[in-house]
């Protein structure tokens, strides 16, 4: 398993922006999909959005927030952001990074918590 280290999170008024980072302990060069997940307590963690291995880097977002969110990867920075925009209460969970190598093995970060109040 790879470390990953998310940062990037904190309270912001509804309607405001984040980006939350998350950074590996190794090249995740573009072989692995690293994908955002997020938890309310007493829930199931849900994908939030996730970028494919490849060149082409595709992408998938959860239907709530198409639109809102935005993932992307710097390969040479073993990096993955997840710019949220545009930002509602029910976006409020603790956000996990994710990693899964080509091998299918799985890496998690330790969370970071996003908060949206007035």
């Known amino acids: 398993q790879i470390q990953l280290v998310e940062s990037g999170g904190g309270l912001v008024q509804p309607g405001g922006s984040l980006r939350l980072s998350c950074t590996a302990s190794?090249?995740?060069?573009?072989?692995?999909?690293m994908g955002w997940y997020r938890q309310i307590p007493g829930k199931q963690r849900e994908r939030v959005a996730r970028?494919?291995?490849?060149?082409?880097?595709?992408?998938m977002y959860l239907d709530s927030v198409k639109g809102r969110f935005a993932i992307s990867r710097d390969n040479a920075k073993n990096t993955v952001y997840l710019q949220m925009n545009n930002l509602k209460p029910e976006d409020t969970a603790v956000y996990y990074c994710n990693a899964l190598s080509p091998s299918g093995l799985e890496s998690w970060g330790q969370g970071t918590q996003v908060t949206v109040s007035s």
């Open positions: 970028i494919s291995s490849g060149g082409s880097g595709g992408t």
């Open positions: 190794e090249n995740i060069n573009s072989l692995y999909i």
